[in-house]
């Protein structure tokens, strides 16, 4: 059964009512929701755009997850007040993580460079400083 944000975000409204769902402090449910249906609809978007990557490149769907989650991990990434370079030097760094585990280097590229606008190709840099530097 396919689910809709909109019905992701009722469920969640009805948790929060019926208190198995802890609110926010100063109790203003309405920003609570608007900021969960703000996240749902990211997470949405982003998952369509990887899929259409991952079915354009052929992957098969059995490995998809792995592949929404290492979306996911640049998505947490660029929320965070880093500079570009430190961004691209963590997901490079990921992005050998997920190919240690299986995964296809150029679809992971794909993902970073179209959903993200970074390019993750070429050689991890070298985080030490070399001797002749100091």
Known sequence: MAKTIDRICEKYELKLRTGRMPGRVDGDREVQIAAYRRGAERAEALRSAV???LDREGVPSIY???YYDFGR????M????WTLETLLLEARM????????GLKRLVLEHVGLECFDLDLTGPLPSL??????S
Do not use: P
Not at 73 to 76: F, N, T, V
Not at 94 to 101: M, N, P, T
């Open 51 to 53: 899929a259409a990557i």
């Open 64 to 66: 998809w997850a792995y």
């Open 73 to 76: 991990q640049l998505a947490k």
């Open 78 to 81: 660029r929320i965070k007040d």
């Open 94 to 101: 990921q992005l050998e993580v997920w190919v240690a585990r």
């Open 128 to 133: 030490a400083m070399s001797a002749g530097r």
